[in-house]
C-alpha cells in the first residue's frame, strides 16, 4: 500500500500553496506550521513574510486566508495576535486519514527506495574479556538505529568490530600452549557462563606469571610477533580465544534480546591485511608525514596541552599499528567493497576526538566525500544512583550479565504482583519477568537523550508510573484486554461523528507516527520515538478515563469507533517499541 498523507503535510500543503498565491513574489514559503495548545496547530510564517514584504501582518494573514480554498481537511483558520493562524482540523478528517493508515501494515509509514545503504558500528565487546556496564549502551543504541532504519527503506550492514588483536594475546597463548587444558569447561556449546569461566581464569593466571616470570614475559612477546606473522599453530590458539569468547558474547546478547550474527562480526583482525596498504596510500598522498619515525597525521585544531598539535598516529616508530589504522582500514572496506554511503559509529563520547580525527583523515585521502559521510552517535556514561560511574560496592565494574538478571528478578517481582489479577501461569509469568525487565533497561537507555549520561536505577526501570517501558507495556496490555470484554463489537472507523477532545488529542498525535520516525531516522535520535510512545501511553489513558469503550456502553457505532483508536494506539504502541528492541506481551 503507498504511504498516507499526514494531516500535518496535508495542512502544510494547503497554507504553503496560499502562501504563495497571497504573496507571489515571495515565491515558495514556509507557512512555519507546528501543533499548537489553542488549536490543533499554529501556522507562525506569516510574520517573517509581512515583514520582508513590509506588510501589515495581519491584512496578509486575512489574504492568505481568502486564498486558502475549501477542503475537507481544514475545518476552521483564526487570526490570532499579531498574525498568527490557528488552524482546527476536521473530525471526518483525522478519522478518514487513521483509517487509512490502519489498513496498511506498516501503519503508513513510507517506505524510502534507494535511501542508500549505512553500514553500522555497535556492540564493540573483546575477546577474553567480560562485557560490563559499559558495553550495554552501544548494544542497545545500535540495535535500535538498525530495526529503526531498516524499518524506513534504509538498507543496513552490521559490524560488529570487537577487540580481538594486541598484544595481550601473545599473553594469552603462550600461557594456553603452556597449560593446555585451561580453557577447557563442561558446558556444551551455548554455555556462555562456562566460556567465560575459563577465559576469565586463564586470563587472571597468565596476568600474573606475565607480570612475575621475566622468561615467560619473554616468550610472550615472542608469540606476538608469531601472531603477527601468521604462525598456523599460534592463529589456531587464538581462533580458539575467539570462538570461546563468541559463545559468551551470544549468550550476553541473547539475554539482552538481541540478535548477532557471526557473519557481522568482523574485529580489528578482519583488517590486518590492509594495514600496510593502507599507510602506503596514506604517505603517498601526503594524507599522513612521517614524524620521530612515526607515520602521523597532523590537524590545525587539534592541540595538547602544551600548544603543539597532536597527531592521529597511524603507525608507530616501532613499525607497529595503531588503532587508528585499523579504523581507516574499515572506513576502506566499508566504502569500497560494502559500498556504504553512511558510517555510523556507535561509540562512546570519550572517543569523539580519536574518530573526528579519523573521519577529517578519512576525509583527506577521499574516502570519505559529498556521498559518503560518516557520523559518530557518541554516547553518555552509565551512572550510579550517587551520579558516579556504575560501579560494584567493592569498587568493580558491574557486569552486564548480573545487571540484566538483577533487573529480570526485579521485572519478575513485579509481574508475580499483578498475576493473580489476570491469571497468569508460571511459565508466563516467567517469560513476561524477562521481557519487561530486558525492556525496562533498554528503555531508560534509549528514553535518554544518547549524548548525555544516564543515572541507572532499576526501582524506577520496573516502575509501573512515569516513563517506563512497564507503564507503556501494561498500557499495551490493557488495550488488548479490552477486545476481550467487547463482546461481538469490532473495530470500525466512523468519520462521520463527532470526537471528543480526548479522541482528538489521541487521533491526532497517532497520525504524527510515520513523520516522527522519519525524523528519528535521519537524525539518529531514537529518545524521541521513546517519547512520542510515552506521550501515546498518557495521551490514551486520557482517553480511556474521559470515553468509555466498553462500560458504561457507548452507542454502537461510538464504541466501534472507539474500538477502533484502541486498536491502532495498541498496533502503534506494538510496532514502536518492537523498533526500540522491545516486547509487547499481550497479558501483564
Same mark, same amino acid.
Given at each position: 500500500?503507498?504511504s498516507?498523507t499526514?494531516?500535518?503535510?496535508s495542512?502544510?500543503?494547503r497554507?504553503?500553496?496560499?502562501l504563495?498565491?497571497?504573496?507571489?513574489?515571495?515565491?515558495?514559503?514556509?507557512?512555519?506550521l507546528?501543533?499548537?495548545?489553542r488549536?490543533d496547530f499554529?501556522?507562525n510564517g506569516?510574520?517573517?513574510?509581512?515583514?520582508?514584504a513590509?506588510?501589515?501582518?495581519?491584512e496578509?494573514a486575512?489574504?492568505?486566508?481568502d486564498?486558502?480554498?475549501?477542503n475537507?481537511?481544514?475545518?476552521?483558520?483564526?487570526?490570532?495576535?499579531?498574525?498568527?493562524?490557528?488552524?482546527?482540523?476536521?473530525d471526518k478528517?483525522?478519522?478518514e486519514t487513521?483509517?487509512?493508515?490502519?489498513a496498511d501494515?506498516?501503519?503508513?509509514v513510507p517506505?524510502?527506495?534507494d535511501?542508500?545503504?549505512?553500514?553500522?558500528d555497535?556492540?564493540q565487546?573483546?575477546?577474553a574479556?567480560?562485557?560490563?556496564?559499559?558495553?550495554?549502551?552501544s548494544?542497545?543504541?545500535g540495535?535500535?538505529?538498525?530495526?529503526?532504519?531498516?524499518?524506513?527503506?534504509?538498507?543496513?550492514?552490521?559490524?560488529?568490530?570487537?577487540?580481538?588483536?594486541?598484544?595481550?594475546?601473545?599473553?594469552?597463548?603462550q600461557?594456553?600452549?603452556e597449560?593446555?587444558?585451561e580453557?577447557d569447561?563442561?558446558?556444551?556449546?551455548?554455555?556462555?557462563?562456562?566460556a567465560?569461566?575459563?577465559?576469565?581464569?586463564?586470563y587472571?593466571a597468565?596476568?600474573?606469571?606475565?607480570d612475575?616470570?621475566?622468561?615467560?614475559k619473554?616468550?610472550?612477546?615472542?608469540?606476538?610477533?608469531?601472531?603477527q606473522?601468521?604462525?598456523?599453530?599460534?592463529l589456531a590458539l587464538w581462533?580458539r580465544?575467539?570462538d570461546?569468547s563468541k559463545?559468551?558474547?551470544y549468550?550476553?546478547?541473547?539475554?539482552?534480546d538481541m540478535?548477532?550474527d557471526d557473519?557481522?562480526v568482523?574485529g580489528e583482525?578482519?583488517y590486518?591485511?590492509m594495514?600496510?596498504?593502507?599507510?602506503?596510500?596514506?604517505?603517498?598522498?601526503?594524507?599522513?608525514?612521517r614524524?620521530?619515525?612515526?607515520l602521523?597525521?597532523?590537524f590545525?585544531?587539534v592541540?595538547?596541552p602544551?600548544?603543539?598539535?597532536?597527531?592521529?598516529i597511524?603507525?608507530?616508530?616501532?613499525g607497529?599499528y595503531?588503532y587508528?589504522a585499523t579504523?581507516?582500514s574499515a572506513i576502506?572496506?566499508?566504502v569500497?567493497?560494502l559500498?556504504?554511503?553512511?558510517?555510523?559509529?556507535v561509540v &562512546?563520547? /570519550?572517543?569523539?576526538?580519536?574518530f573526528?580525527?579519523?573521519?577529517e583523515? #578519512?576525509? $583527506? +585521502?577521499?574516502? !570519505?566525500n559529498? @556521498?559518503?559521510?560518516?557520523?559518530?552517535?557518541a554516547?553518555?556514561?552509565?551512572?550510579?544512583?550517587?551520579?558516579k560511574p556504575?560501579?560494584?560496592r567493592e569498587?568493580?565494574?558491574?557486569?552486564?550479565?548480573?545487571?540484566?538478571?538483577?533487573?529480570i528478578d526485579?521485572?519478575?517481582?513485579?509481574?508475580?504482583?499483578?498475576?493473580?489479577?489476570?491469571?497468569?501461569?508460571?511459565?508466563?509469568?516467567?517469560e513476561?519477568?524477562?521481557?519487561?525487565?530486558?525492556?525496562?533497561?533498554?528503555?531508560?537507555?534509549?528514553?535518554?537523550?544518547?549524548?548525555r549520561?544516564?543515572?541507572?536505577?532499576?526501582?524506577q526501570?520496573?516502575?509501573?508510573n512515569g516513563d517506563?517501558s512497564v507503564?507503556?507495556?501494561?498500557?499495551?496490555a490493557?488495550?488488548?484486554?479490552?477486545f476481550?470484554?467487547?463482546g &461481538?463489537? /469490532?473495530?470500525?472507523?466512523h468519520?462521520?461523528?463527532?470526537l471528543?477532545? #480526548?479522541? $482528538? +488529542?489521541?487521533? !491526532?498525535?497517532? @497520525?504524527?507516527f510515520?513523520?516522527?520516525?522519519a525524523?528519528v531516522?535521519?537524525s539518529?535520535?531514537?529518545?524521541?520515538l521513546a517519547?512520542?510512545?510515552?506521550?501515546?501511553a498518557?495521551?490514551?489513558?486520557?482517553?480511556y478515563d474521559q470515553c468509555?469503550?466498553?462500560?458504561p456502553a457507548?452507542?454502537?457505532?461510538?464504541a466501534?469507533?472507539?474500538?477502533?483508536l484502541?486498536?491502532?494506539?495498541?498496533?502503534?504502541l506494538?510496532?514502536?517499541?518492537a523498533?526500540?528492541?522491545i516486547?509487547?506481551p499481550e497479558?501483564?
Open positions: 500500500m503507498a498516507v499526514s494531516l500535518t503535510a495542512v502544510h500543503q497554507l504553503a500553496d496560499a504563495s498565491a497571497a504573496l507571489p513574489e515571495a515565491g515558495a514559503a514556509d507557512p512555519l507546528r501543533r499548537s495548545d488549536a499554529q501556522a506569516i510574520l517573517a513574510l509581512a515583514k520582508k513590509k506588510a501589515n501582518p495581519r496578509l486575512a489574504t492568505v486566508l486564498a486558502l480554498p475549501a475537507d481537511v481544514i475545518k476552521d483558520v483564526e487570526v490570532s495576535g499579531p498574525g498568527f493562524l490557528n488552524i482546527t482540523i476536521a478528517a483525522i478519522i487513521l483509517a487509512a493508515r490502519a501494515d506498516r501503519l503508513g517506505l524510502q527506495e535511501a542508500g545503504t549505512t553500514v553500522i555497535y556492540a565487546p573483546n575477546v574479556k567480560e562485557m560490563h556496564v559499559g558495553h550495554l549502551r548494544a542497545v543504541i540495535a535500535a538505529m538498525v530495526e529503526i532504519l531498516e524499518f524506513t527503506g534504509e538498507k543496513v550492514v552490521r559490524r560488529h568490530h570487537i577487540g580481538d588483536w594486541g598484544t595481550q594475546f601473545g599473553m594469552l597463548i600461557y594456553l600452549l597449560h593446555p587444558h580453557l569447561h563442561e558446558g556444551g556449546k551455548e554455555d556462555g557462563e562456562a567465560m569461566s575459563s577465559l576469565n581464569r586463564l587472571k597468565s596476568r600474573a606469571l606475565f612475575s616470570d621475566e622468561e615467560f619473554a616468550r610472550s612477546r615472542d608469540r606476538v610477533v608469531a601472531l606473522a601468521g604462525d598456523a599453530e599460534t581462533q580465544f575467539v570461546e559463545i559468551y558474547f549468550s550476553v546478547f541473547n539475554k539482552l540478535q548477532i557473519p557481522d568482523v583482525s578482519g590486518n591485511d594495514l600496510e596498504e593502507t599507510c602506503r596510500i596514506l604517505e603517498d598522498s601526503g594524507v599522513a608525514v614524524s620521530e619515525g612515526a602521523c597525521v597532523f590545525d585544531d592541540l595538547g602544551d600548544g603543539n598539535k597532536v597527531p592521529l597511524v603507525k608507530k616508530s616501532n607497529g595503531g587508528a579504523d581507516l576502506r572496506d566499508r569500497q567493497n559500498k556504504a554511503s553512511t558510517l555510523l559509529y &562512546d563520547a /570519550r572517543q569523539s576526538l580519536h573526528k580525527m579519523v573521519f583523515t #578519512a576525509r $583527506r +585521502a577521499g574516502w !570519505l559529498e @556521498d559518503v559521510k560518516a557520523h559518530q552517535l554516547f553518555g556514561t552509565v551512572l550510579g544512583k550517587d551520579g556504575f560501579k560494584t569498587g568493580e565494574t558491574v557486569r552486564l550479565v548480573d545487571l540484566l538478571d538483577e533487573a526485579r521485572a519478575t517481582a513485579v509481574v508475580r504482583e499483578k498475576a493473580e489479577k489476570v491469571g497468569l501461569a508460571e511459565e508466563e509469568i516467567v513476561n519477568g524477562t521481557y519487561v525487565g530486558i525492556g525496562a533497561v533498554k528503555y531508560a537507555d534509549l528514553s535518554t537523550s544518547a549524548v549520561d544516564y543515572k541507572f536505577d532499576l526501582d526501570m520496573v516502575s509501573l517506563t507503564y507503556l507495556q501494561y498500557a499495551y490493557r488495550i488488548r484486554s479490552i476481550g470484554k467487547a &461481538d463489537r /469490532r473495530p470500525v472507523a468519520p462521520e461523528l463527532e471528543a477532545p #480526548a479522541e $482528538r +488529542a489521541l487521533g !491526532l498525535h497517532l @497520525d504524527q510515520g513523520e516522527m520516525l525524523e531516522a535521519s539518529y535520535e531514537p529518545h524521541k517519547a512520542y510512545l510515552y506521550q501515546l498518557s495521551l490514551y489513558t486520557t482517553f468509555p469503550v466498553v462500560k457507548p452507542a454502537p457505532e461510538v466501534e469507533n472507539r474500538l477502533f484502541c486498536d491502532l494506539t495498541a498496533r502503534t506494538h510496532q514502536g517499541m523498533l526500540l528492541g516486547r509487547t497479558r501483564l
